[in-house]
């Protein structure tokens, strides 16, 4: 169950979420040193997960800034954000959709609160179109915010409507054939993904 909408809602509290070993150890680093309280979320089922590593995420002084997010994979068609274990699904997807002529842009959030709206807003007057995927509840979560801030700020670019991909507006099962269920899947957003661009599923 994912409870960063929850404690984004909180004014003064940093809200970060890891997807990869690099933004773990540079997060982490990054949370110690802030002089405000900050929530570092992690998914467990990432904790068996391999991730390649450059040279510099060993060095002592390696630390990834607080509201940045970081674009794991450029695209020109679609935007789709994400965070913790939901931008490996993204990446997932947006392989799939490059064997189809779609080439999707990958938002790996990184840090909830704050949210690097710059980082989102310049993607989509990029690629015109948005899908925003999490695993928390659909109503006032994280892709909500997201909505909200691209109507604010970049509106008149948009070509489609917005994709909101959430977990289901359920408690969490707890067997894991209705968990699947439950949760977001790589299908999921490569079907999101073609509404956007108008392409048949």
Same mark, same amino acid.
């Given at each position: 169950?994912?409870?960063?909408?929850?404690?984004?809602?909180?004014?003064?509290?940093?809200?970060?979420?890891?997807?990869?070993?690099?933004?773990?150890?540079?997060?982490?680093?990054?949370?110690?040193?802030?002089?405000?309280?900050?929530?570092?979320?992690?998914?467990?089922?990432?904790?068996?997960?391999?991730?390649? #590593?450059? %040279? /510099? &995420?060993?060095?002592?002084?390696?630390?990834? $800034?607080?509201?940045? !997010?970081? +674009?794991?994979?450029?695209?020109?068609?679609?935007?789709?954000?994400?965070?913790?274990?939901?931008?490996?699904?993204?990446?997932?997807?947006?392989?799939?959709?490059?064997?189809?002529? #779609?080439? %999707? /842009? &990958?938002?790996?959030?990184?840090?909830?609160? $704050?949210?690097?709206? !710059?980082? +989102?807003?310049?993607?989509?007057?990029?690629?015109?179109?948005?899908?925003?995927?999490?695993?928390?509840?659909?109503?006032?979560?994280?892709?909500?915010?997201?909505?909200?801030?691209?109507?604010?700020?970049?509106?008149?670019?948009?070509?489609?409507?917005?994709?909101?991909?959430?977990?289901?507006?359920?408690?969490?099962?707890?067997?894991?054939?209705?968990?699947?269920?439950?949760?977001?899947?790589?299908?999921?957003?490569?079907?999101?993904?073609?509404?956007?661009?108008?392409?048949?599923?």
């Amino acid at each position: 169950q994912c409870y960063a909408a929850w404690y984004a809602h909180v004014p003064g509290l940093k809200v970060l979420t890891p997807y990869s070993a690099e933004d773990a150890r540079g997060l982490l680093k990054a949370a110690i040193r802030d002089p405000d309280p900050v929530v570092f979320l992690e998914n467990e089922l990432l904790y068996g997960e391999s991730f390649p #590593i450059k %040279a /510099e &995420v060993l060095d002592s002084s390696f630390s990834v $800034p607080i509201g940045k !997010a970081k +674009i794991e994979r450029e695209g020109k068609d679609v935007t789709i954000t994400a965070f913790s274990k939901m931008v490996g699904y993204a990446l997932q997807a947006a392989e799939i959709l490059s064997k189809e002529g #779609i080439s %999707a /842009e &990958v938002i790996n959030l990184r840090s909830i609160r $704050p949210l690097d709206r !710059a980082a +989102i807003n310049a993607s989509v007057r990029k690629t015109n179109r948005l899908v925003t995927v999490e695993e928390g509840f659909p109503q006032h979560g994280v892709g909500a915010e997201i909505c909200m801030s691209v109507v604010e700020d970049s509106f008149e670019y948009l070509d489609a409507p917005v994709e909101r991909i959430a977990g289901a507006d359920v408690p969490m099962p707890y067997a894991a054939n209705l968990e699947r269920l439950a949760v977001p899947q790589v299908e999921d957003i490569v079907r999101a993904a073609k509404r956007a661009c108008y392409r048949s599923s």
